[in-house]
């Protein structure tokens, strides 16, 4: 195992961080301190005007999130636009570049000729061997990289293979643009080289980027980094990723109730495998981890499979720890607000105390929010409509007479409080749900809830009793 892997994620700030860059944030993080390596971070901000801070600052945060770190300073690609031109200057000198003067007009016509015949369009290399004294006078040059004309090009891709590219499908790409300022094949590679980046793992959308650009490292001398490029994430029905179908920034997910160690799971196993290994500790992902594992054929996002993991990161998240994340996500879901106002040192011990029931039944922390709302809600209690159809008089009435039998445990834990309500029960002749499904409607306003010995339990003598109370009727 090779000790001075270098990896970097590199992601243009045009958009938030989606859950495709999240993934491959993950896979060259996971790769890095697999390998004892690093991982750089570059922010290639390039492109000005599409470029806003608000979209870095979500990179930030949704790498942080995630628990992504990285190594050392981040890289602001706009900061190093000097030394890509001084590359372009190199290459120049060194007769791997040349100044090409051809006129917006000829360019078009190149294009139209190619569509013409039916080929992709392609510079057709006219400027490669002229002296620049022929330029036309006012035409504003750029600098276009010499490729090979014949041959071809290799790359032996980890993921994808060995790919092979004729060179007369990959023209002279252009390094400087005629305002002097670099294109990002040409950021790209200068960057990834002075970072001194050994392992370029991306999307596979890059793919023919890499042929191109491998002919900037050697018109330089320098060492071609490993590639890896991932197949990009599908949809479930095999097309392309759409919003509706998850392709969403991170911060979406947040919201939405995720754990970021569900979705870290959930990413890496999103185009890579371990043998059938679906649920990993991080320590496990690092040591598993490796660019032979990721698969050639497009992964599939799978909305109730990350459901599921999630659900099971929830039940076996630490009873603190989940209340702490329930808290954090409060200010974005229904009601929130105000259960956030109501939020003391009494309700967070109730919230504590009702978080082993309430972890069983949630798979994201959105529904764990929803399930604990009864705790807080203000006394006489809406009762949602089923609930309401519970409560009939009967029901009512049975609450009432249940009432003294409850007040009369004196120490208020759940173990005790079912052995009363079974007693009231079997002296009833009542099956215990005739009586637990009352009490459940009086005590939450629905239906559902968790064990409602523990919800009594977790509410205290005086709210629960306050509660049957405000729902009981004498007969
Ligand atoms: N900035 C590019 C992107 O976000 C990635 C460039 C690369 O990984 O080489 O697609």
Not at 390 to 418: C, F, K, Y
Request: proline share 5%; glycine share 8%; aromatic share 6%.
């Amino acid at each position: 195992m090779s000790t001075n892997v270098v990896t970097r994620f590199a992601p243009s700030p045009t958009g938030f961080l989606h859950i495709g860059g999240a993934r491959t944030a993950l896979f060259n993080w996971l790769y890095a301190r697999h390998t004892g390596g690093k991982m750089l971070l570059r922010i290639e901000d390039t492109d000005r005007e599409r470029s806003t801070k608000e979209a870095i600052d979500a990179i930030f945060e949704g790498l942080r999130w995630l628990k992504l770190d990285w190594d050392g300073e981040v890289v602001m690609q706009s900061t190093r636009i000097a030394r890509h031109q001084e590359v372009a200057q190199a290459l120049l000198a060194a007769g791997r570049a040349y100044y090409c003067y051809a006129t917006p007009e000829e360019l078009a016509e190149m294009r139209e000729t190619a569509r013409a015949q039916g080929r992709p369009p392609r510079y057709d290399g006219r400027w490669r061997d002229r002296d620049p004294s022929e330029a036309p006078p006012g035409v504003k040059p750029v600098v276009r990289l010499k490729a090979p004309q014949t041959g071809e090009t290799v790359i032996d891709d980890q993921v994808q293979g060995r790919v092979v590219f004729p060179n007369s499908d990959l023209d002279d790409l252009v390094l400087l643009r005629s305002d002097g300022t670099p294109t990002y094949m040409l950021s790209v590679v200068v960057d990834d080289h002075d970072m001194g980046i050994t392992h370029i793992i991306r999307g596979d959308d890059h793919l023919t980027n890499a042929a191109r650009q491998t002919h900037i490292y050697l018109g330089m001398g320098w060492d071609v980094p490993s590639f890896s490029h991932v197949p990009l994430i599908h949809g479930p029905d095999g097309a392309k990723l759409s919003k509706r179908h998850g392709a969403l920034g991170v911060e979406a997910y947040r919201d939405m109730g995720y754990l970021p160690e569900a979705l870290r799971n959930y990413l890496v196993r999103l185009g890579w495998a371990h043998g059938d290994d679906e649920i990993m500790t991080l320590d496990q992902m690092i040591a598993w981890f490796d660019l032979g594992g990721i698969g050639r054929s497009p992964a599939r996002f799978d909305f109730a499979k990350l459901e599921n993991l999630n659900g099971f990161y929830i039940r076996h998240k630490d009873d603190e720890a989940l209340v702490e994340d329930l808290i954090a996500i409060l200010p974005v879901v229904e009601n929130g607000p105000a259960t956030l106002a109501k939020l003391d040192g009494e309700m967070r011990g109730k919230l504590l105390a009702a978080m082993p029931g309430l972890k069983e039944r949630a798979k994201t922390l959105v529904e764990l929010a929803g399930n604990a709302a009864f705790l807080f809600a203000d006394r006489p209690l809406r009762l949602d409509e089923k609930a309401s159809a519970v409560l009939d008089g009967a029901a009512r009435q049975l609450l009432d007479s249940l009432i003294p039998r409850l007040n009369s445990v004196t120490d208020w834990r759940a173990d005790l409080l079912e052995q009363a309500v079974r007693n009231f029960a079997d002296e009833n002749g009542l099956k215990l749900g005739k009586v637990a499904q009352p009490l459940r409607a009086a005590l939450t306003g629905s239906t559902i809830s968790p064990g409602i010995f523990d919800v009594l339990a977790v509410l205290g003598r005086n709210e629960a009793l306050a509660r049957l109370s405000d729902q009981a009727q004498t007969a």
